[in-house]
């Protein structure tokens, strides 16, 4: 059985703050890199990004976002003063304006579900912001995860992604040419 | 160190089951991890003692200075980690005590001795089977200092020192007083020691704790680092020139940049990536321009630090070279293939270069070739309740490291804006690059000092990145990663396919490249490699790199018209991502790639011969400074004395048994002989020498052997059995205290650290020597004859 990956580019370069009105993306969150720091943030419905604190993020520091939820990855990287292309995966096709996106199919052998364990275990005695838990660990402090299920003490979060598998010569090798972020989740 | 003491280096050597651990100068030393610990255990007791119990104001100073130590909480924690501001450096022998230990091999082994141990049977109490060991010990009287700061300035920018200074140094220094042992074999004798805490003309902080204790400061916030950077300002832009500033950085201690962790072994990188220097960076040139800034807008450019080869820096060993693999290779320094011009010679076989660095090119030879052969470390973390290494609290681990004294160079790429923004704000910005830094892991205590130095400024045309693209050979062009390249394919994803490099490359140079197709020689030459690290400002790890491995290159056909400015214009400014950093370096058209007769040629020999060891031997001195002496305190000379001792009788007892064997030699020196099957004299009579010797004391003694001797001649009987004139010439050996050493003839130069020391030893040594010797013959003596009656009557 054959699958297919959808990918999407954007024809013109747009800043982090545009990339979320210009995809379909509903309900999701984001991993955001700075120099300063790497967070994870919760993607409002009106494309603003929100950090733990319940408040917009100033996204002018952001040099590479991935943004998703269980439909498809979006992904930024700046290219040039705060602008840079963006970048849709889904496992359907999303029927995307093809004015402002090109799209590019891959056929596809499988895919694999993954998971990666968070560092932290819950901390119960803090109650954070509504749709936020916080994990702890000794070694790194505190991890504040957009995750709207409640954690009881000690347990874990854990981030599913998808990778992809498809042939990659002619003499019939399979390897990982791609891999999604799906979802946050106990 | 009051006592012998041994800090293991976790290995064993030949009959020595636990070897202690030397430095560069294969010197023994305190590494800074030992003296942190030990420290921070004396300063622990104090804090509990302070407070009465395990927690307080105190205990929580303990941890402001040292750290917290998330591998002991039992619970998660959600304030990070702070980290700690008393650095402490590795504590080394006197540096004159060094320098002259450095050109004797026989002294440096002299430091150390084999002492054996046995385990006991807790039942029986006798020694158990199969349990008899031997490890090394270092003499004790040695002073050894170290280097350690205290730096607030970091991580609790706002905190007064006059407020909290006393304080700390009343708990550093009552810390210290506490430790009163360390190393191995601590709780049977070894390692007793004193700590002394130099803090200048401060007073005594112990009397001033006595008083103050009660009024403990509250212990500080951690400042966080504010570092905003804006990708949309665009005043710093990158354009077309550059200017170039050589970097040279020396190690001054082990450096740990790790590559990957593998169990308990953190493996080390044979370079120093760009990322390491850029807080640095920040740190000297942040005030006037913002470097962040100039990061984002790849205005800025650090390269790599590699080995540093003909003043120049080393280049990764491309994968294209190939050497015979029986007799040579770069190592060799002769048969290297070039693979990318030179088919493969039918019927040799060939094997593919990997690592190290090569020099720049010389005509009609190989380029010089080097490898950093890296040390590797052994520490362990201290289970406080059983107080031994346990897997629970981190146990044994290991680091490999760049070893300590090697030269490494980088570059400085700024883009014309930048430089002009620094050159506005001073003018010889450069000169504010020379210093001290300390990178990589562990850089608080024992690893990771490294200085730099800098050479002036250049234009971008005259480095090696410029330099490299002149010869357009043929319509071809070569490509060599001189550091790795991470690019990213259309799906912003890391990609290692090479068109998509090959469509980077294109769209920079403006040309089609498509890749050489040539009968028996390869074109392309790729490896890749993932880069682990961790993000020490996030507190996180960071996303795996994924990229092209250094020293891979390529080899295109072009069509179309090249540029040259735009094929300099990459050379400096790289290709890919995280070029600030130092990777996405490229060389193009490097000789070396484009020579077609590599094969033939070889690499001069005389490189090396430099590292000619200094002839001029210095000696320690307790008074003077002169031409041929340095003046050393009282402790370092008596301790060189100790040492310079033990290695005198170490080779006093070889050269004894050494001319103990030879039947002449003990007829010359003591006039004993065999006869068939007869000792003359009679080994009774040895026997009654030997006895006689062991009263031998002092050179100045009233010589108990002379007056043996006479009473001997006083009695015909017995003076008959001392054949010819052997009775005189043992009381020649014994009466005349020059003898003894001229039989010896041993090499005073490499075994004296002292100025006085031959005349001082040879005094001191005499009736040792004249025991030692006269006993080693007699011994030979029995033993050749107990030979001969064997024979004689088997």
Redo the contacts between chains.
């Keep these: 059985m054959t699958e297919t990956l959808y990918?999407w580019?954007s024809r013109s370069p747009m800043?982090l703050d545009q990339v979320v009105k210009a995809s379909p993306i509903q309900q999701a969150n984001a991993l955001l890199y700075s120099?300063?720091?790497?967070h994870l943030a919760q993607v409002q419905d009106d494309g603003k990004f929100c950090g733990s604190d319940g408040q917009p993020l100033d996204l002018?520091?952001?040099?590479e976002a991935r943004i998703f939820s269980e439909t498809c990855e979006l992904?930024?990287?700046?290219e040039n003063?705060?602008n840079g292309?963006l970048?849709i995966?889904a496992d359907e096709d999303l029927k995307l304006n093809s004015e402002t996106f090109s799209l590019?199919t891959t056929t596809l052998n499988s895919h694999l579900n993954q998971t990666y364990l968070l560092?932290?275990?819950a901390?119960p005695q803090?109650k954070p912001k509504e749709g936020w838990q916080?994990?702890?660990?000794?070694?790194?402090?505190?991890l504040d995860v957009p995750l709207s299920q409640s954690l009881k003490k000690d347990q874990r979060v854990s981030l599913h992604s998808r990778e992809y598998l498809a042939e990659v010569d002619k003499f019939g090798n399979v390897v990982v040419i791609?891999?999604r972020l799906v979802k946050l989740e106990v | 160190m009051h006592s012998d003491w041994h800090v293991g280096s976790g290995t064993g050597r030949a009959e020595l089951d636990s070897i202690v651990q030397r430095d560069a100068d294969d010197l023994p030393y305190l590494p800074a991890k030992t003296l942190t610990g030990i420290l921070r255990d004396g300063c622990e007791q104090v804090a509990q003692a302070l407070d009465s119990g395990m927690t307080g104001q105190w205990n929580d100073w303990l941890k402001v200075l040292f750290g917290d130590q998330p591998a002991l909480a039992t619970t998660p924690l959600e304030d990070e980690p702070r980290p700690a501001i008393v650095s402490i450096h590795s504590a080394h022998l006197d540096e004159n005590l060094r320098q002259s230990l450095k050109q004797k091999q026989k002294l440096r082994t002299a430091i150390a001795f084999m002492k054996p141990g046995v385990a006991i049977d807790p039942e029986s109490g006798c020694a158990l089977n199969k349990y008899l060991r031997f490890e090394e010990m270092v003499r004790q009287g040695a002073v050894l200092t170290a280097e350690a700061q205290l730096d607030f300035s970091d991580a609790y920018p706002d905190l007064s020192p006059d407020e909290y200074l006393p304080f700390v140094q009343g708990l550093l220094t009552a810390g210290a007083k506490m430790v009163q042992r360390l190393g191995g074999k601590r709780r049977r004798g070894n390692g007793r020691c004193e700590i002394e805490l130099d803090w200048g003309q401060t007073g005594d902080p112990l009397t001033w704790l006595k008083d103050n204790y009660d009024q403990v400061p509250a212990v500080p916030k951690l400042h966080s680092e504010n570092c905003a950077v804006s990708l949309n300002d665009n005043s710093l832009n990158a354009d077309g020139t550059w200017v170039t500033v050589p970097l040279t950085l020396t190690t001054q201690s082990p450096l740990v940049l790790p590559a990957r962790t593998v169990g308990n072994l953190v493996e080390c990188l044979d370079y120093i990536p760009g990322r390491y220097l850029l807080r640095y960076l920040h740190k000297k040139l942040g005030v006037y321009v913002n470097i962040s800034q100039a990061i984002a807008s790849n205005a800025l450019i650090l390269t790599n630090a590699t080995r540093e080869i003909d003043n120049q820096p080393g280049r990764p060993t491309p994968f294209c070279l190939f050497g015979e693999k029986l007799d040579g290779g770069l190592s060799k320094g002769r048969n290297v293939y070039n693979r990318f011009q030179e088919a493969d010679p039918q019927g040799i076989q060939l094997k593919g270069e990997r690592g190290g660095y090569l020099g720049p090119w010389t005509d009609n030879a190989l380029p010089a070739y080097k490898k950093v052969d890296l040390a590797l470390y052994t520490h362990n973390t201290i289970n406080d309740e059983i107080q031994r290494p346990s897997a629970e609290v981190g146990g044994l681990y290991s680091y490999e490291a760049i070893p300590a004294g090697l030269t490494f160079q980088a570059e400085l790429r700024l883009s014309a804006t930048v430089q002009q923004k620094l050159s506005e704000k001073v003018n010889n910005w450069q000169d504010l690059l020379v210093g001290e830094t300390r990178i990589g892991q562990s850089k608080k205590d024992q690893y990771g000092g490294v200085e730099i130095t800098v050479g002036s400024p250049a234009n971008s045309s005259n480095t090696q990145a410029g330099k490299s693209q002149d010869n357009s050979s043929d319509n071809h062009l070569y490509v060599w990663f001189l550091s790795d390249v991470l690019m990213r394919g259309d799906r912003l994803n890391p990609t290692l396919n090479p068109d998509d490099f090959t469509q980077a490359l294109e769209k920079e140079l403006g040309v089609r490249l498509k890749l050489r197709e040539t009968p028996n020689c390869f074109s392309m030459m790729l490896r890749q490699r993932r880069t682990e690290s961790w993000q020490v400002r996030w507190g996180l790890p960071r996303p795996s790199l994924l990229g092209w491995q250094a020293g891979s290159c390529l080899a295109y056909e072009i069509e179309g018209n090249l540029d040259p400015e735009k094929l300099q214009q990459v050379a400096i400014r790289g290709i890919g991502d995280r070029r600030a950093e130092g990777y996405g370096q490229l060389s193009f058209n490097d000789p070396l790639l484009t020579d077609k007769q590599l094969s033939s040629k070889q690499r001069n020999s005389d490189l090396d011969k430099s590292q000619q060891p200094n002839s001029n031997v210095v000696l320690l001195s307790k008074n003077s400074n002169t031409q041929t002496t340095n003046k050393v305190p009282n402790d370092v000379f008596k301790y060189a004395r100790i040492i310079e001792k033990a290695a005198w009788r170490e080779a006093i007892q070889t050269k004894a048994l050494a001319l103990a064997e030879g039947p002449e030699t003990r007829q010359s020196v003591l006039g004993i002989t065999i006869n068939g099957e007869d000792s003359c004299p009679p080994m009774s009579q040895l026997g009654g020498l030997r006895s006689v010797l062991g009263k031998l004391r002092k050179r100045e003694d009233p010589n108990a052997v002379s007056t043996w001797i006479n009473a001997l001649k006083q009695v015909d009987n017995r003076q008959e059995k001392w054949p010819g004139k052997s009775l005189d010439q043992i009381k020649q050996l014994v009466t005349d205290t020059n003898q003894i050493w001229q039989i010896l003839n041993l090499d005073y130069k490499t075994l004296t650290l002292t100025d006085s020391g031959t005349a001082k030893l040879q005094a001191n040594l005499w009736a040792e020597a004249v025991r030692t010797l006269v006993d080693a013959m007699i011994r030979a003596h029995k033993r050749d004859l107990e030979k001969a009656q064997t024979t004689k009557n088997p």
Excluded: D, M, T
């Design positions: 990918s580019a800043p120099p300063q720091a790497c002018s520091h952001y040099f992904r930024w990287l700046n003063q705060g292309f970048v995966l590019k560092w932290g275990k901390v803090v916080r994990l702890a660990e000794a070694r790194i402090g505190k791609e891999e």
